[in-house]
């Protein structure tokens, strides 16, 4: 095979794996926003059977053949196809460990867990819910011995995400927001608290999804690229730059959990939405790492949503809308509503200063999982014992418990840190843009174009071409400073609450 | 290859067949229902490319084998295995006579013709539509004339939705619908109308959505199998007996339109969900044919939706949910507004009289578009001439004219008729449904599952076991016999109008 064979031969593989991929996203879209409950196992045996051609096709030795080829070439090949390579023969790797009917059960029982999280959470029923959960953790564990024997089972599963981490950043990253954090939370707790009474009201769901396509007018975001649905569990599917899928939860009660999930998952669309167009239809079309997307959703979410600024910006929205709720409500009161702070149970409405902390549960619940510390039965007693630990919340049940999250159903152990991780680096991310953009300027002129601008510039063009340490290096000025994101909340917050 | 390694190949292609369907028909739902306009370029190159792999699998001399050898055995194999190898056989016929790349070309043209006309309806602009259906037209003829030169183009077309189904029998069928059913239509127009005032308001989407639900609970379809969306053109989709999705199209000024696109729709879905367990993954799985699909929706639609003991049903749901707007309206005043007859422009809001008028006319211009009697730039201005000539009304613009409908766009030329012959087809299941069951008495009662339950004993249950024929022989305790649809239509219109 010469070099331009290999390349062409790479060209094609990804549009395989791309419409293989685009018609499993689409399943599971699909599975996750409208389809009838019922649905699950014959979509489940569809997906099961289409990731296993992946697989064949992954790692097939004409597969091995192209990379083997690529490889041979070194630096003589542009950066944008070295990477492609590098990127294939990931996976190829990881494939290459699981047999293929092996690989095509754990699809069928990634989408079969989903469904039953989602009725186990409605019933706050563990118990139902377990036996998925114990297999899929049997799954990441066996995988992640199989991958790299003499490292920790959870280290080897956490590079997955964000290549290159480790327990041996984690640690101290959690160390150091358990240490900084804790007594400022336990300051705001002891607070005057804000008036929320306003938020306390009926917001029509009707009126909520008007408000939504106010949101994403203001955040830029041209809804014939992007579009809203609705779920238990907001998340974001980027099949390309010109079809992106974000989801989010109305609540008749809570008009700025609707608000917030909308604003973060926004956040996550601009990423798909500002990959360069030499990058679409290639491996490297998909955001960079699970940190780096997160960075970019919590990035809006927070540093610019719960924002004075931004505050301003919604307020006459939030008016016209809902005249009789927002009544007497200024700037100011939607501001401290928006930047109340108290020990919660649940992660996505957590206030910023509380957030890592519940990341942080995660993390080392997820480590005595995979490092074989803790049975799946004893998850919710362990999960409670933390919360009320750190948190100091007593959890009423699993649904505001350890079934809260969709992640683990989807086989996603050891996302959670990305979280965190993202957050921290959003706060460098926003010191080093302010150097450049007058940003709050621009929010408060209502729109956020020049800021999109400055992070389509620093991360999003280059989807998966660079490395997230690359980037992070990038955009951030220099490398990962967690002390900056913890100067930030503490500054924040003690001014909120007049620490 | 022996009959037994036949049999479990087959099986096993049917699995293939089943999953790239799934696949295919979830990101066609998707594409119509929720995805983002600029969507469409990508999902049609990713349905292009699944669509060839299903070409290559059909079209692969394997199949040959696999179909040779159970064609082989006779009537020593079961019924059920010897129609699976037929169906599989004439799909494959079929597709052989078009080369793979030609076949992946055209599906890729009809994902981008739907968004082009979607648009191109919205703006009533056919210029813009025109290139993309002439190239549809082009494929259809040239399939034809590959497919058997020595009949009309239009008939073969019309076999492929319909066995057996040619102008032999619909150009007699449409000249006594025209012939019986226009004087009593010009007899309508003339007679006073009944008071549809109440229907001229405003009718809240969010609550047209709670009727929705109740319309779907009274026809007995559970929700958990069936999922509602939203297009511009409704439509039913069926994966199989535990995912059906129907769609509607909500107007806040016409309450009606809603309901008899859910009922209408809903009939397609009972089908679906009523064939029998031992087809489900098989090539018998969905529903016979076209013309019995929509025998099945129009059949709820009209027969039963659009009587007086429905709109008894009907009435305290929606004087529940549209108090103000209901006020006054006795049941014989929502019977008479629900028949409402008169010549209009849109098919699917047409009563049922003018119908199939509606109807006919798309049959004659289709034979002219097939036959090569009619050039595409040709279409529009055809159109508004048939309206004219045979419902007396003028079309104001394309948009009600000859782009209302999505059909042609998905390459469904030769499906229209289907919707008349259901029509009769429906009037004649009724009649002998009568003899056995206390129809208007379980109608009154407020549950359709006797009604279902018939139909599901004489038809839905075979899926596509029977022909078409067989399902109406034995359905309609007799050969198809348009004359009593013809006189079903003159009582009921000659009542409701005193003619």
Known sequence: MTTTEALSALTALEAELRAYGHALGCLNYDGETVAPRNSAPARGETMA?????????????????????????GDALPLKDRRRVSLLKKERDDMTLVP????????????????????????????????????????????????????????????????????????????????????????????????????EQAYPIHLQKRFTERVMQIMGIDRDDCAVGETEHP??????????????????????SNLYSVVHEGGHALYELG???????????????????????R??????????????????ELKSLFPQQMAGVDVEKLYRAANLSQPSLIRTEADELTYSIHVMIRYELEKAMIGGDLETRDIPGEWNRMYREYLGVDVPDDRRGCLQDS???????????????????GVQ????????????GAVCGGSLKPITAWLGEKIHRYGQLLTPAQLVESACGGPFDPTRYVNYLKKKYGELYSL
Chains 1, 2 share one sequence.
């Open 275 to 297: 990959v360069g167009d030499d990058l679409q239809g290639t491996m490297l079309s998909g955001g960079s790492s699970m940190s780096i997307h997160e960075s970019q959703s």
């Open 235 to 256: 998340f974001t599917e980027g099949f390309n730059k010109h079809d992106v899928r974000i989801t989010t939860h109305y609540h008749e009660d809570s008009v700025l």
């Open 299 to 316: 990035f809006y979410e927070n540093l610019i949503g719960r924002s004075r600024p931004f505050c301003e910006v919604l307020l006459p």
């Open 407 to 425: 992640h683990w159903s989807f086989g996603a152990i050891g996302y959670f840190p990305s979280y965190a991780l993202g957050s921290a680096y």
């Open 49 to 73: 059977f289409l990731s296993a051609i992946v697989h064949g096709r992954v790692t097939d030795p004409k597969t091995g053949e192209i990379i083997d080829t690529l490889l041979a070439e």
């Open 100 to 199: 293929a009917d092996e690989f095509a059960a754990y699809q069928q029982l990634m989408a079969e867990a989903m469904q039953v999280w989602h009725d186990a959470k409605l019933a706050s029923d563990f118990a139902a819910y377990a036996p998925y959960l114990d297999k899929i953790i049997a799954y990441n564990r066996r995988f992640a011995a199989r991958k790299d024997a003499g490292k920790p089972a959870y280290d080897v599963l956490l590079d997955g995400y964000e290549e290159g981490l480790s327990h041996e950043t984690l640690d101290p990253f959690f160390a150091l927001l358990r240490r900084e954090l804790t007594p400022v939370i336990l300051a705001v707790a002891k607070a005057p608290q804000p008036d929320t009474a306003f938020l």
């Open 429 to 440: 991310m926003l010191q080093q843009m302010e150097k450049d953009v007058d940003v709050w």
